[in-house]
């Protein structure tokens, strides 16, 4: 296309990203691609494994304005020895990684760099594609795993391989500065780490006007309803405790996911008065700005996170957060943009509820939301990313 052949070729490899088989993985590394597609031409290439699928590969292609999509579906085979198996999945895995590049190539000019979205499979892909090809790539890593709460990322070879693609990526980009210092606690080390966080899109989630006097002040709550790191159960705690004492407010708990009706019944058990909390189910896109923006303030209670996509849209929306310290968070949210909780404090959240729903006033909605546009929006981490490219390729001028 000659309105992009110009511009620097990305090959995205993210580890999640929406399919066939569910909308809702990945769609903050998809704003990313968005938010990159404003100043490249990119090339996604996500990989699926099914069991139940009959063809060796099956290819959905889509183009849109400078992104073009392949998403790969390939079978998978089952063995009963672990080890074996596990072998077989990963000689799958890349022969299937290899065939979905080749049919990008096919599709477009080669690829200049690739960015490589969660390792470690994908990492040793775009590791293998530099020692071909001469294909230098970066990493963005998202994944909570290096934490020592979360203590998932295990296994020697694993470790080894993570380290190695670490090692030979030409640089190294987390939402957060506590996620790049878990990473560096792991000896995954890199010589230009870079932070950039997440995108929102900024034209999508905006401000609107909100009457400051009514009554009923309207909190929102927006997860994946997985209660191990969301702790809904303890918001719920709370507000069956804020309850007892006021009621000049209503929570909102918007989301779907694998705890979503053990949560139900525990409001249930714990008698909340349904005035008090009401639970919507997952909203999406203008649905989901539509309730942000009739409520007053977010709400998260995580045991762990990195810097999750709903703190943004709050900000992009103008208003305040009430979340705990973890992860990235503390990075983000300071006193004029909403207030920090200690991990799994509930005598803490409550007061930091009743300071909250009294004290909406002190917060400048505009404020918030230039804050959101001056450090998450498309352009500014499009940009960020950009610059990341030019460095690695040495590119030294627009063109």
């Known amino acids: 296309m000659d309105h992009t052949k110009n511009k620097i070729h990305v090959l995205f490899l993210p580890l999640w990203y929406p399919n066939k088989y569910d909308p809702m993985p990945g769609l903050f590394i998809r704003r990313h691609i968005e938010a990159v597609s404003q100043y490249c031409k990119v090339s996604v290439l996500y990989l699926h494994p099914d069991i139940n699928q009959k063809e060796k590969y099956q290819l959905e292609y889509t183009e849109e304005p400078n992104i073009d999509t392949a998403k790969l579906y390939y079978r998978q085979t089952k063995n009963s020895l672990p080890l074996l198996s596990n072998i077989i999945k990963g000689i799958n895995f890349l022969k299937a990684a290899y065939y979905g590049y080749r049919e990008i190539c096919k599709n477009n000019e080669k690829p200049q760099i690739a960015h490589v ?21 970066i990493i963005t890593e998202h994944w909570s795993r290096y934490q020592p709460h979360v203590n998932t990322y295990k296994g020697i070879i694993r470790k080894l391989i993570t380290r190695i693609v670490i090692k030979r990526a030409s640089a190294v980009t987390t939402v957060s500065n506590d996620l790049k210092n878990a990473m560096l606690r792991h000896n995954l080390k890199n010589h230009i780490y870079y932070i950039t966080p997440n995108v929102v899109d900024t034209n999508l989630f905006v401000r609107f006007e909100r009457n400051q006097k009514n009554k009923v002040k309207q909190i929102v709550h927006v997860s994946c309803f997985d209660d191990q790191p969301k702790n809904i159960s303890g918001i719920l705690r709370v507000i069956k405790r804020l309850s007892e004492s006021r009621d000049d407010f209503k929570c909102l708990m918007v989301g779907d996911g694998p705890d979503f009706e053990r949560i139900k019944s525990y409001a249930s058990s714990l008698k909340i008065d349904s005035k008090f909390v009401q639970f919507l189910g997952l909203k999406e896109e203008k649905e989901l700005v539509n309730i942000i923006n009739q409520s007053d303030f977010m709400l998260l209670f995580s045991n762990y996170e990195n810097f999750p996509v709903v703190i943004t849209e709050s900000f992009s929306c103008g208003l305040p957060v009430v979340s705990t310290a973890v992860g990235g968070i503390p990075e983000y949210l300071t006193s004029d943009k909403g207030i920090l909780v200690k991990v799994g404090d509930e005598k803490q959240l409550l007061q930091a509820l009743h300071k909250m729903l009294e004290n909406l006033s002190e917060y400048d909605s505009n404020k918030i939301r230039q804050y959101a546009i001056d450090h998450f929006s498309y352009p500014v981490v499009g940009k960020q990313f950009y610059t990341i490219y030019k460095n690695a390729l040495n590119i030294k001028h627009e063109g």
């Open 117 to 137: 979205n969660v390792l470690t499979r994908l990492g040793l892909f775009a590791l293998i594609l530099k020692y071909l090809y001469g294909l230098p790539y």
